[in-house]
C-alpha cells in the first residue's frame, strides 16, 4: 500500500510539472503574437457617444465605434467597426480584456466591410457595476503592424 501511495505522489508531480511547462510555453506563444505588432499609447473614450478617434501621429485618425450604441451592455451583440480612411489599412483581431478585474481574454476576428473592417462581439458580465475594458486593436497601416488600445466602460444595469 505505501508503494502506491508513493506511485500516486509522483504521477501527481509529474502532472502538476507539465501543466506548468505547458502553461508556460503557451503564455511565451501569446506573449511572441503580441511582440509582433508595435502597441500604441492607450486612449480612454466613450463608444456609446460616438466613435473613439485616435490621431495616429505618422498620419490620419483611426476610428473605432460599437453598435448599436444604445446598447453598449454586457451579454448584448455588438459590431466592432475599425475604419482608416487616410490610406491602407487591415484589420486583423480584437483582443478584449477588464482593467478592473480580470475577466479573461476575449478574442474576435475582423473581416473586411467596405471600406472598414468589423467583427461581431459579445462583452461579459461582471459582478461590478461598472467595468473598465480594454479592446486591443490588432491592424496593419501603410505596413505598419500596430495594436491600438481602445479603454472604456460599460455599465451593467
Not at 37 to 47: N, S, T, Y
Not at 51 to 75: N, T, V
Request: charged share 20%.
Amino acid at each position: 500500500m505505501r508503494a502506491m501511495n508513493w506511485k500516486a505522489l509522483l504521477l501527481v508531480i509529474l502532472l502538476f510539472a507539465g501543466a506548468l511547462l505547458a502553461g508556460r510555453f503557451l503564455g511565451q506563444q501569446q506573449e511572441g503574437e503580441a511582440g509582433e505588432f508595435d502597441v500604441l499609447a492607450p486612449i480612454w473614450c466613450e463608444p456609446g457617444t460616438g466613435s473613439c478617434i485616435y490621431d495616429y501621429a505618422p498620419g490620419g485618425e483611426i476610428r473605432f465605434s460599437l453598435q448599436p450604441q444604445e446598447r453598449i451592455k454586457p451579454m448584448e451583440p455588438l459590431t466592432a467597426i475599425i475604419e482608416y480612411p487616410e490610406g491602407e489599412m487591415s484589420a486583423s483581431s480584437l483582443l478584449l480584456t477588464g482593467l478592473n478585474m480580470e475577466m479573461g481574454q476575449n478574442r474576435f476576428t475582423f473581416h473586411k466591410d467596405g471600406d472598414a473592417y468589423s467583427a461581431r462581439i459579445m462583452i461579459p458580465v461582471c459582478t461590478l457595476d461598472r467595468m473598465e475594458w480594454q479592446a486591443l486593436v490588432r491592424m496593419t497601416i501603410r505596413g505598419r503592424r500596430v495594436a491600438v488600445p481602445f479603454h472604456f466602460s460599460v455599465e451593467r444595469n
